[in-house]
């Protein structure tokens, strides 16, 4: 019996150093560089075609202990990505002081995804809208005389580039080919909504290219506002439109002639104001669209997956 005992437990040690090697060897592979493309109809992950079904969670709106209780929700709801915007008014409360600890400490929570599995897209633009106050602009731009925002104007652009150029130290070592998780960078928001300057955008792209993001760049429209904001060069997303043919049509018509084609933000509902009833809708009314969306192959952020607080 003892002998018995003894066997036992030896092979219960093995089993658990056994698990323990597989933990470790997938926690390596996690981190492992890998290639993240494009071709002419959908996203590469390591020379496979791979379709990005994300959610969109801001950090800034979760408690930083609840992270990872809400990633391993998103992966249990079938995500393999989210996504976030990055809050210059968070991060640079005061010019030239900036923030990345506690609940601002977005680099932690990139590499919390990295660690439940979960790839991530970065929206870093300096004006996010996200029903968030001044839409992201930190309150001290309007402080500064002469400063136009979402222009090339010098001093905006002046104070623009050192935001982008901190984020870059913090985020560009966590991009897919850096061996991080980060496998989709936005440039601007919405800003064929706003304005149609190429040549802003394109400062933009510089500006993000010499932060030291060096992976797939993209812009995001409404598909009305689409030919003001997009970028040749850059892959264009859509938002708020979920007819799979008419997805593919303005892409291609902004791309090219090609893909991937992405809804970079996809409505299952929308936010409530204050003095309006509570919205609900009905899972019925959007999940045939979501099914065709995703049978035709297009890759979805849905907007949002949580909203916080």
């Known amino acids: 019996m003892k002998h ?5 437990r030896l092979a219960f040690s093995f089993l658990l150093l056994t698990l323990f090697a597989v933990f470790i060897s997938y926690n390596k ?3 492992q560089k890998h290639a993240f493309a494009l071709n002419d109809s959908v996203f590469l992950l390591d020379g496979k075609p791979f379709q990005i079904i ?9 408690p930083r202990e609840a992270w990872k209780a809400r990633m391993k929700m998103a992966k249990a709801m079938g995500l393999n990505t989210i996504s976030t915007y990055v809050f210059w008014d968070v991060q640079e409360p005061q010019k030239g002081v900036f923030d990345f600890s506690g609940n601002a400490d977005i ?23 996200a029903e968030w106050e001044f839409g992201g602009y930190p309150y001290w731009l309007q402080n500064e005389k002469g400063l136009v925002v979402r222009s090339r104007n010098k001093k905006y652009m002046a104070d623009y580039e050192a935001y982008i150029k901190e984020l870059g130290k913090q985020l560009a070592p966590l991009q897919i080919t850096h061996g991080g998780n980060i496998i989709l960078i936005q440039v601007e928001n919405e800003y064929g909504s706003y304005g149609d300057d190429k040549q802003y955008m394109t400062m933009n792209e510089r500006m993000f290219r010499e932060a030291g993001f060096d992976d797939i760049l993209y812009t995001c429209d409404p598909p009305q506002a689409m030919n003001n904001g997009y970028l040749p060069g850059l892959l264009p997303a859509v938002n708020g439109l979920d007819q799979p043919e008419k997805v593919k049509a303005i892409i291609k018509a902004h791309h090219d002639g090609k893909g991937p084609f992405f809804i970079s933000e996809w409505y299952p509902a929308w936010f409530d104001w204050w003095g309006a009833p509570h919205h609900t809708v009905p ?18 952020n849905v907007y949002m997956f949580h909203g916080g607080t």
Request: charged share 20%; with cysteine; glycine share 6%.
């Open 29 to 31: 592979v996690s981190a």
């Open 283 to 300: 899972a019925e009314k959007y999940a045939g669209r979501l099914n065709a969306v995703l049978a035709a192959g297009i890759s979805i």
């Open 54 to 62: 994300s959610g969109e969670m801001h950090y800034t709106r979760i």
């Open 107 to 129: 680099a932690a929570f990139v590499k919390d995804a990295q660690e439940e599995g979960l790839w991530v897209i970065l929206r870093p633009s300096p004006y996010v809208c």
């Open 4 to 8: 018995q005992k003894f066997f036992t």
